[in-house]
């Protein structure tokens, strides 16, 4: 029963950066992995990266391409997504979920919580 509300995304040009944010209020999520997905619409919701709970371990898609760094602060409850050189591909809503798991997972049915989502769009 966490509640977590999305920000930092915008407009960026191609090779751009964003820092996304992700605030949780409703409980701690300090026992819970989080991981941040993507959607375009009308495609499946993929999975951009996670992180454990104790911010020890984390996971990126094979898209990301070492161009985003997933992070938390468990004491803020948020967790970041650094978004580096950007490309047109990455434009999408971006969503940050927390996890019943404390590991890293990419399965988005491990997520018993959502986000709004936040837009970003890559211009080229």
């Known amino acids: 029963q966490v509640q977590l509300v999305e920000s930092g995304g915008g407009l960026v040009q191609v090779g751009g950066s964003l820092r996304l944010s992700c605030a949780a209020s409703g409980r701690t999520v300090s026992m819970a992995g989080m991981g941040w997905f993507r959607q375009v619409p009308g495609k499946v919701r993929e999975f951009v990266a996670a992180i454990s709970a104790s911010a020890d371990e984390s996971y990126y898609a094979d898209f990301v391409e070492g161009r985003f760094t997933i992070s938390r602060d468990n004491a803020k409850n948020t967790v970041y997504l650094q978004m580096n050189s950007l490309k047109s591909a990455d434009t999408a809503v971006y969503y940050c979920?927390?996890?019943?798991?404390?590991?890293?997972?990419?399965?988005?049915?491990?997520?018993?919580?959502w986000g709004q989502g936040t837009q970003v769009t890559v211009s080229s």
């Open positions: 979920a927390a996890s019943r798991r404390l590991y890293p997972t990419t399965i988005d049915d491990d997520y018993d919580a």
